[in-house]
T-cell receptor, first 111, second 114 residues
């Protein structure tokens, strides 16, 4: 069964600290993996996308990694800001349009 | 600034009533998705259109839900009759088909069925 699992479910950190969110998947066939950021009351917004051959991708303070052998991805946030408070969703694409969503990690950044 | 728009943003209705949600995809995009999001389930795909043709609606309860694209600028999701368990946020997303096709999400419609 195609599945995407994220951990932790929720996380609280202090402003300025770094954090890492995890995504494990069992999806076949694998096309690509995306990380989305979803602010409260808004739709998800894409942060990064990685294909099978890519193992790291950065977008500002966000760095995603992909290990296709172990089927794991991580999203690292550097020097967190209050505006990073959001849900982060890992999505794996299987084939052309089958999108398998994780349930997300809720991040809260405190001043 | 191209973006997906959805109306209404909020809808409160009583059980048994018909609900219609509308979505205007980004001009030029050829794929449209409808999702439902709840706290317990996360994002669930309800329907997928490519070039206005429905390709996958396996995630949608067929007896009460229907999705259409009457033209390239409008997608609709209808629930008839609505039930309290339909309460959720419904997102529309559009994009280009392809292996790296990114989806652009609308702001969502928050539906509450009493």
């Amino acid at each position: 069964k195609n599945q995407v699992e994220q951990s932790p479910q929720s996380l609280i950190i202090l402003e300025g600290k770094n954090c890492t969110l995890q995504c494990n998947y069992t999806v076949s066939p694998f096309s690509n993996l995306r990380w989305y950021k979803q602010d409260t009351g808004r739709g998800p917004v894409s942060l990064t996308i990685m294909t099978f051959s890519e193992n790291t991708k950065s977008n500002g303070r966000y760095t995603a990694t992909l290990d296709a052998d172990t089927k794991q991805s991580s999203l690292h946030i550097t020097a967190s800001q209050l505006s990073d408070s959001a849900s982060y969703i890992c999505v794996v694409t299987s084939g052309t349009y089958k999108y398998i969503f994780g349930t997300g990690t809720r991040l809260k950044v405190l001043a | 600034d191209a973006r997906v728009t959805q109306t209404p943003r909020d809808k409160v209705t009583e059980m048994g009533q018909e609900v219609t949600m509308r979505c205007q995809p980004i001009l030029g995009h050829n794929t449209v998705f409808w999702y439902r999001q709840t706290m317990m389930q996360g994002l669930e795909l309800l329907a997928y259109f490519r070039n206005r043709a429905p390709l996958d609606d396996s995630g949608m309860p067929k007896d009460r839900f229907s999705a259409e694209m009457p033209d390239a600028t409008l997608a609709t999701l209808k629930i008839q009759p609505s039930e309290p368990r339909d309460s959720a946020v419904y997102f529309c997303a559009s994009g280009f088909e392809g292996l790296a096709g990114e989806q652009f999400f609308g702001p969502g419609t928050r539906l509450t069925v009493l």
